[in-house]
């Protein structure tokens, strides 16, 4: 074995106060440290960016560690030995908040923060670790730890790039990485004539450059004065931060250029996973004997599944990707694997002088981004401008067995039509292994829970469509697919065959003419960028990235119906009988970004609630009372059409009280509808 693994339990306790989760029983809470030892030179260690540049201790073996926690049945044998892993999104824990409709904490103990149980109910192991290695600490972030790259002792250093886009009046300072919670690659420098401030209207626009006497690597330090001065603050040098004293006007893109220092080993990441996977699998016990927490006589586990959302979803496509499924010994990690909202792209990780926080390409924030490259799609498929020929599944001895999910918003923002496209816009067929399923006009962020409409920096409400359900029935759907080899049912996506996947002049013409209602000038554009001959090795050298000319992928969206609302895909109750538009686009204010698309968000456009408002309006949509008559018909409607899910196979009959729950009171506070 060219790798080593222990685990340091720091707490070990009852969860929910001993709660009976049905048949599963009683559930307990492990947390501490996981400590990982690899060889950097063995076959699997080999696809790691910088790896042979990391330290090595007395045995030669990178050392780097990660936080874990476990929740798992008191008794193994009342469990379901299915072990579900949530790829915690930037640090956080969500797996809970999605599945079982919990609040949100990194910091789960309660019955509370069991939500509605179901994981717990099905019987499964819960996992979570620490895998983001630029991550800070704070708010119970799950952290992984890794080694800083050096030449011999010497720093690396490389071109590396940041947007800053401020979205409140007064922001001077952002850290370099743009985030708070993320650690910045250092400038090698604090001369900022050996950089590069740009800004710029919108992601297109022409670079306006800011003189280098006129900003600083800097932090801006403030607290209370002596003498009775008050307030006082200090500029501090800082090769971390970047401050500017006029200010970054809210919604412009502010992009820095600049030679970085000390890269950190960020593809360890996927070791991480891999390896603690692989032992909660496989293993019977620790490199200093610790018996693996997930056996217990015969009773292990049988079956491994991901789920990962946005970021981690990207994360997962990665992992496959890079060949990370197989573990040291050639045996398959994750069986199944849940990616949802991850689009067309991958990750932005195992790359030198990454930052994983980041958002990926979009038609505004971060938009020449490494992330969206071909391959897009988990077919094998050849890029027509290169000619190369790849796809995401090519282990098949090894590769899982993959339902994939998007919203709206990912077909807008974030490319997913060339998930299930070719490079020159045409339908590709997936492999057997895989269920594409598109779950109509919501949005990227369903939170459970929506208290009321809100607009953020939008013009409109955000997208309130509630999807929940989908991720319990289709976890469902993947445990028989890969345990009884019952099949899902066959993905669920808009098809150019069929003319429900449109560009964007199709769109136009179908999508209504909602008064007061501006609509984008086309989902996120994704061209071709060269940043670099090395950026197969994880090298960016060209920054910003050029544009291939002439050479653009073709990015479509769903088709509409008269009211605005997606044809295709798997269309939520809300969907089905809708008290509006819902879209996965919203449109900037004009103080923030005026007409670009807010990321990775939708819009609730509510329906006039009566004829004579629609008619006062122009509205071409019919009034709600003129659909469905009084809040009584709206909740039948909505019962008959989660029942139709259920008969599909999209929903559980346990969420179709919770869904006409919901309904009642025309669908508040969710909707907001006031009659």
Sequence with gaps: MSSHIDLIVREQCLFADGHEFGDAGAYERLSGTVVFRVDPKAEAQQGVVDIEFAPTDEDGLVRFEADFCILKPVDLSRGNRRLFFDYGNRGNKRALQFFNDAPPSNDPRTLADAGNGFLMRRGYTI?????????????????????????????????????????????????????????????????????????????????????????????????????????????????????????????????LVYRAKNPLVLGLGHVAVRNFISFLKYGAETSSGMPNPLRDGPTRIEYAYAWGRSQTGRCIRDFIYLGFNADEEGRRVFDGVMPHVAGAGKMWMNHRFANVVLLPGQEHENHFSP????????????????????????????????????????????RASLVHTDTRGNDLPQPDD????????????????????????????????ATTMFFRACLDLLDDWVSKGIEPPPSRIPRRADGTLVDIEEWRKMFPRIPGIATPRGPSRLERLDFGPDIDRGIITKEPPDIVPGEEYPVLVPAVDEDGNDVAGVRAPMVQVPLGTYTGWSLRRREFGHGAMVGITGSYIPFPDTEDERMQLGDPRRSIL????????????????????????????????????????????RHDVRL
Excluded at 220 to 247: C, F, K, M, T, W
Excluded at 442 to 457: D, R
């Design 127 to 255: 996992a979570w670790l620490g895998w983001q290695g630029d991550l800070l600490p704070g708010d119970g972030r799950m952290l992984l730890k890794v080694p800083v790259a050096t030449d011999n002792g010497k720093p690396i250093t490389g071109i590396a790039r940041t947007e800053f886009i401020a979205v409140e009046p007064g922001t001077k300072v952002f850290p370099l990485s743009s985030l708070i919670s993320t650690r910045s690659n250092p400038t090698a420098s604090l001369d900022t004539r050996t950089a590069r401030l740009t800004r710029r209207r919108y992601a297109l626009s022409q670079r306006e450059e800011i003189p280098s006497d006129q900003w600083f690597f800097a932090r801006l330090d403030q607290g209370s004065g002596v003498d009775n001065q008050g307030l006082e603050r200090a500029v501090v040098p800082s090769d971390s931060h970047i401050y500017l004293p006029s200010g970054f006007e809210p919604g412009w893109i502010y992009e």
């Design 371 to 414: 992330v969206d490259r071909f391959p897009f799609s988990y077919a094998i498929s050849t890029d027509h401008f290169t000619g190369r020929t790849d796809g995401i599944l090519k282990r098949p001895e090894t590769d899982p067995k993959v339902i994939h999910t998007d919203t709206a918003c990912e077909y807008w923002h974030r």
């Design 434 to 465: 895989v269920r594409i399923y598109f779950w109509a006009s919501s949005q990227h962020f369903a939170a459970p829970n929506v208290a009321a409409p809100a607009k953020g920096l939008a013009q409109t409400y955000f997208n309130v469509v």
């Design 626 to 669: 003129a659909r469905y008559g009084s809040p009584e018909w709206y909740v039948e409607a909505i019962r008959k059409a989660a029942l139709s899910l259920v008969e599909e196979g999209f929903m559980l009959e346990e969420d179709v009280e919770r869904a006409v729950a919901e309904a009642r009171n025309w669908g508040r506070p």
